[in-house]
């Protein structure tokens, strides 16, 4: 099939890795896909999509908000573009509306896909009825609460929308021995357990409860080590709570890292602790690939797709005093983190795999095609 995703992000998002782990996957099951980028994004999305394998990316203007010019630019190339293309997969709203209204001026229009990222439900005013019962084939949802909220809208009905969470690489994210330099980077300290979270460093990502989770834990006499891998505008402020607590000599904050998967595996133990749903939660699904035994809020798709002491250590979200016993409970006991990274792993591969991500993918698609539906 010739596959066009297209992605407006101005920054790597989890729905412009998911756009991009999902062409290059469907690339691998010898598709052709291109990937439409804004332009002007080398740095912070093309050059990311391009590590992540994706050989064939074009630019388009997906310019903020209502701009007469840069959009009728882009309907115009998408137009085109549709006599090239079996299937057109849209990521946001931007170029939902840009695709849409190529489809109509179009001599060959096409199936049009929507996936949806977040959680925030989708008003059911007139222009979005047209948009998704008229104008859109399928609508995919990284969790079965977002499916959901398109269900309550009364704008689908059940067989149109479908959650297909996950897409982790299982070949990049393996279970791997840890490499001791990568270790001593993320603040690791000789054989003291070495506990880490990777996320943005933004106030729902639940860093502070982490922190307070950390404090109760050397109340205890427990104190692992604890790193943050990423940025964000919060910086400032966790370093402040991490000095107010008095753990300067427990807490790392490395910023971002170079390979991901070589963090991972230098982790014994993994978080996952936003206070809130964000969406597809794509380091979940890394970690568990990765062999992590995994310590997730019940937030999002976790509480969907993990079994809590089967696959994951799971908390109530934003509980501090749960999750530091989680914590405890888990270094304390290598035998049941070595099963729940076993099981973990397990899970990844036989469900939810970029590759089979892809292949359910592919079947739907098929399926528009030859019911002609576009």
């Known amino acids: 099939m010739r596959i066009l995703q297209l992605m407006s992000c101005r920054g790597w998002s989890s729905d412009a890795y998911w756009a991009a782990r999902v ?58 573009r549709l006599a090239e293309t079996d299937i057109v997969h849209v990521h946001r709203g931007k170029e939902h509306w840009l695709a849409a209204t190529a489809n109509r001026l179009s001599r060959t229009p096409r199936p049009i896909v929507r996936t949806r990222h977040i959680a ?24 079965g609460a977002i499916r959901g909220q398109y269900l309550a809208s009364g704008l689908l009905t059940p067989d149109r929308v479908t959650a297909l969470p996950g897409g982790a690489d299982v070949e990049a994210y393996r279970p791997r021995p840890a490499e001791p330099a990568v270790r001593r980077r993320l ?7 070495l506990v880490g979270m990777i996320a943005g460093l933004r106030v729902m990502k639940g860093h502070l409860v982490v922190i307070e989770a950390a404090a ?8 692992p080590r604890f790193v943050f891998i990423g940025r964000g505008a919060m910086e400032a402020s966790i370093r402040d709570a991490i000095h107010r607590a008095g753990l300067g000599a427990e807490f790392t ?3 971002f890292v ?32 990765a062999g992590r035994p995994l310590v997730a809020s019940r937030v999002g798709v976790v509480p969907e797709v993990l079994t ?6 799971l908390v109530p979200a934003g509980d501090a005093p749960e999750l530091a016993a989680a914590i405890a409970r888990l270094l304390r006991d290598p035998a049941a983190c070595a099963r729940l990274s076993a099981a973990g792993r397990a899970l990844i591969e036989h469900r939810y795999s970029g590759a089979w991500l892809a292949a359910a993918l592919e079947a739907r698609y098929a399926e528009l095609l030859a019911a002609g539906d576009a």
């Open 308 to 313: 809590d002491g089967e696959h994951a250590a």
């Open 187 to 193: 603040g690791g300290d000789g054989d003291r357990p």
């Open 253 to 255: 904050i490395s910023g």
């Open 23 to 80: 062409s290059r996957e469907l690339e691998r099951r010898g598709h052709e896909v291109i990937l439409g980028c804004r332009a002007g994004t080398e740095t912070r999305v093309i050059d990311p999509a391009r590590r992540e394998g994706v050989q064939r990316i074009e630019r388009f203007a997906f310019a903020s908000g209502l701009q007469p010019c840069a959009d009728a630019a882009d309907v115009r190339r998408l137009a085109r």
């Open 258 to 289: 170079d390979e991901l998967p070589a963090a991972l595996a230098a982790l014994d133990l993994a978080l996952y602790a936003p206070i809130e749903s964000d969406g597809m939660s794509r380091v979940v699904f890394e970690c568990l690939a």
């Open 120 to 143: 925030q439900a989708v008003r059911p005013h007139a222009a979005n009825v047209w948009l998704y019962r008229r104008a859109t084939a399928w609508v995919v949802t990284v969790s």
């Open 216 to 223: 109760r834990l050397a109340r205890t006499g427990l104190r």
